[in-house]
């Protein structure tokens, strides 16, 4: 089940990729939504013309998708039992693994609880090594 970080990343990507945002309350409606900026807290606003409900997502700093280097690092910074935070606003991150423990391959899915920026990392994780030759994982590509 996603949790409400999982959710607000979603909303926030797919209100900046332009496609239509469905309301979670009401399937098969399409939300409104506008970008609010602000001296000291920008949001994002999806409203249901349904039922009027309003999500409010922030995004200060705007969302964006993490570079393949960047997401190797935190898979390496995992590996290592780093702290992992994001690297635009230094807020923790969420980390959800799904891993085959027969292969030792894994799905990485890193989000920012703050910025809700993410990335996304599949591979060993032993072969996350920044600045070596080509790793054995792969990022995955956009949805």
Known sequence: MP????EFRELARKYWAGEAIECPKHRGVTMTGSFVQ???ADHLFLTCPRGKETIQIPQRPKQM???DQQVEGL??????GDQ???YR???KMEVDTKE???TGYADYTFTCVRCFSWGTWSGHPSAAKIGSAPTAGTQKKKQ
């Open 3 to 6: 949790t409400e970080v999982d």
């Open 38 to 40: 602000t001296t000291f």
């Open 65 to 67: 998708e993490f570079f």
């Open 75 to 80: 898979v390496e910074n995992l590996q290592r």
């Open 84 to 86: 992992i935070l994001c």
């Open 89 to 91: 606003c230094q807020s």
């Open 100 to 102: 085959n423990p027969n």
